[in-house]
């Protein structure tokens, strides 16, 4: 079955730095791949996602890149400020049943300090 | 407001005493799941629906029991609960179209079973 690593599993940047977290994913059939922000007592909030015919997108200072040969993806957030702190999950994902699937890595604590 | 509404939201109980933690969401989704998510091991699946009165089971399904019978409600069920049931627990709901939708999450629940 699918299985997502996901690394580092805690960063800490200042405030203004670039974070990046990279994930990689083990079933080649996987198509869809999500980042997910959870924030203290939150549920994970959908902040972008990739589908596998684009390399890359964007959303103001996030963006994910994505490569299909070595299946691996991967969160940029520039410009961090206080409130990008959270854990940030990624998952991969394949149609299977009607459905898709989600399977998750184990997360990223991102600490962004002032 | 879209929103996916759990209940309770911390719980502390023995073991073997029964619980269920409510679910409910207004967005009209077919699809709807449970995760729990422990340290290091992200958010794992335990049950899924598909719609009413379908259901199945997730990656780590045992010591768990769901039912479907309204389309906004999706129950978790933990007939005797263990210490290793201690978790952090996310319902989420999606569109079951035949594509990668993404999925709203619950703010999650916190049982801890003595």
């Known amino acids: 079955g699918e299985n997502v690593e996901q690394h580092p599993s805690t960063l800490s940047v200042q405030e203004g730095d670039s974070a990046v977290i990279k994930c990689t994913y083990s079933d080649s059939a996987s198509n869809y791949f999500p980042w997910y922000k959870q924030e203290l007592g939150k549920g994970p909030q959908l902040i972008i996602d990739?589908?596998?015919?684009?390399g890359e997108k964007k959303d103001q200072r996030i963006a994910v890149t994505l490569n299909k040969t070595a299946k691996h993806f991967s969160l940029h957030i520039t410009e961090t400020q206080p409130e990008d702190s959270a854990v940030y999950f990624c998952a991969a994902s394949k149609i299977s049943g009607g459905y898709n699937k989600l399977i998750f890595g184990a997360g990223t604590r991102l600490a962004v300090h002032p | 407001e879209a929103q996916v509404t759990q209940n309770p939201r911390y719980l502390i109980t023995v073991t073997g005493k029964k619980l269920t933690v409510t679910c409910s969401q207004n967005?009209?989704?077919?699809?709807m799941s449970w995760y729990r998510q422990d340290p290091g091991l992200g958010l794992r699946q335990i049950y899924y629906s598909m719609n009413v009165e379908v259901t199945d089971k997730g990656d780590v399904p045992e010591g768990y029991k769901v039912s479907r019978k309204e389309k906004r409600n999706f129950p978790l069920i933990l007939e005797s609960p263990s210490p290793n049931q201690t978790s952090l627990y996310f319902c989420?709901?999606?569109?079951?179209?035949?594509?990668?939708?993404?999925?709203?999450f619950g703010d999650g629940t916190r049982l801890s079973i003595l």
């Open positions: 990739i589908r596998s015919n684009v």
């Open positions: 989420a709901s999606s569109w079951a179209e035949n594509s990668n939708q993404p999925q709203h």
């Open positions: 967005m009209n989704h077919e699809y």
